[in-house]
């Protein structure tokens, strides 16, 4: 479903910004289900991880802006699909950590590099060796997230300051915000070359890009 969802989100041009929040209360994403995995064959759990892997890759290659509204638990999987995400807003009260290394297995879809790229090599380390579980508060003090808000009776405070951020982002040029965001990627990688930049002007012109050489 969630594959789909972003299939979608990603030929729709109309689409500004896109949060991933959970309606479930208390619980952002506690990750697989691993008694279900436990009963899958090993070629079976094989797929299933790479359909994981896949779809976070895909959220994360999203062209417009993405925002990971944090109100309850992101555990696993669940914070690897945050990491996703340009952006997290989280409340105080939610948990997070990346906790596979209790099950005697590692993080399977992105969480070793987005980790280490958020917070830095030696403290991803730290957290996944633990398998600790930061709460908001935490979470904000080492970058994990970019705002942290006290939750609210409603249990949608991170989905509220995430809707806020979301009409900052509205009144941009939409073709500066997704080249902005292909540049930012994509230099996070590599030092922009002469190519890269072709190319970037190109996504932005709407035309093939001309490559040296070429």
């Not at 939610?94 to 879809?109: C, F, Q, S, W």
């Not at 080492?142 to 249990?155: K, M, P, R, T, W």
């Amino acid at each position: 479903m969630m594959s789909k969802a972003v299939d979608a989100l990603k030929s729709d041009k109309k689409v500004r910004t896109v949060i991933f929040r959970s309606e479930v209360p208390g619980i952002f994403s506690a990750g697989a289900d691993l008694k279900e995995r436990a009963k899958m064959h090993s070629s079976e759990v094989s797929s299933f991880v790479s359909k994981a892997r896949a779809t976070i890759n895909e959220m994360a290659n999203l062209p417009v802006p993405t925002i990971a509204a944090i109100d309850g638990t992101a555990l696993g999987g669940g914070l690897e699909l945050a990491l996703a995400c340009d952006i997290r807003v989280a409340a105080s009260s939610a948990k997070m950590g990346l906790v596979e290394t209790k099950l005697a297995i590692i993080p399977g879809a992105g969480g070793t590099q987005r980790l280490p790229r958020t917070i830095g090599v030696s403290l991803a380390k730290e957290l996944i060796f633990s398998a600790r579980i930061v709460d908001g508060e935490e979470a904000k003090s080492i970058g994990l997230i970019s705002h942290v808000v006290e939750q609210n009776e409603a249990g949608d405070a991170a989905y509220r300051r995430a809707l806020a951020l979301a009409k900052e982002f509205l009144p941009q040029g939409p073709v500066a915000m997704r080249v902005a965001k292909l540049a930012i990627n994509q230099g996070m990688e590599t030092i922009p070359t002469k190519d890269r930049i072709e190319g970037l002007l190109a996504f932005k012109e709407k035309r093939p890009p001309h490559y040296k050489g070429e």
